[in-house]
């Protein structure tokens, strides 16, 4: 018990300022990371597209959260600043292994052709994880926060660094650009 207060009872905000002044993996910064664990984890999954990479992923979103918490400034709510640096270390992830992933999605596309050209018939469901790989690594970032996470506008564009209008209209012409190339598919 601190300042009279039980650590589950602490907002997430006074529990980061906690352990920034704690400076240690104390626990504050425990309770922060067990109340955000899963949400976390969740993110960098559908960021990632793997559990292994999610996993590692995740790990690293806590450790930068360790060694950054003095930069939290408390302009936003501490979920929103942390689902930030989720995302700027899933980015970060994905565009280092970005080769690999081109190479997979390339021959994804091939076998997709060769399964229409063997009789297969079209793909009618198109996994959707397939669909959100084709468009660029921010945007189908923010489309993933937006719906599969439920972050509203202001959110991201605290995330993003944008405006709401200017966030409206990325997850426009997202969703559009995602229409125009699977155009059988229901959006």
């Known amino acids: 018990m601190v300042c009279g207060l039980d650590i589950a009872d602490k907002t997430d905000e006074e529990l980061a300022a906690e352990a920034a002044r704690e400076d240690s993996d104390g626990p504050a910064f425990s309770a922060l990371v067990e109340r955000h664990r899963a949400r976390v984890w969740r993110v960098c999954f559908r960021l990632m597209g793997n559990a292994e990479d999610a996993s ?15 930069s939290f400034a408390g302009k936003s709510k501490f979920s929103t600043w942390l689902h930030a640096v989720a995302l700027r270390t899933c980015l970060k992830l994905r565009r280092a292994r970005g080769r690999r992933l081109k190479y997979e999605a390339e021959a994804a596309e091939r076998n997709r052709g060769e399964t229409q050209r063997s009789g297969g018939g079209p793909v009618a469901a198109l996994d959707v994880a397939q669909m959100l790989e084709t468009l660029d690594e921010e945007d189908r970032a923010m489309l993933l926060l937006k719906y599969a996470e439920g972050h509203s506008y202001e ?8 405006s709401v209008s200017a966030c409206k209209m990325r997850l426009s012409r997202a969703r559009d650009e995602l229409q125009r190339r699977f155009p059988e598919q229901e959006m």
């Open 56 to 70: 590692d992923a995740a790990q690293e979103v806590f450790v930068g959260i360790f060694r950054g918490l003095r």
């Open 155 to 162: 959110e991201l564009a605290d995330v993003f660094n944008l």
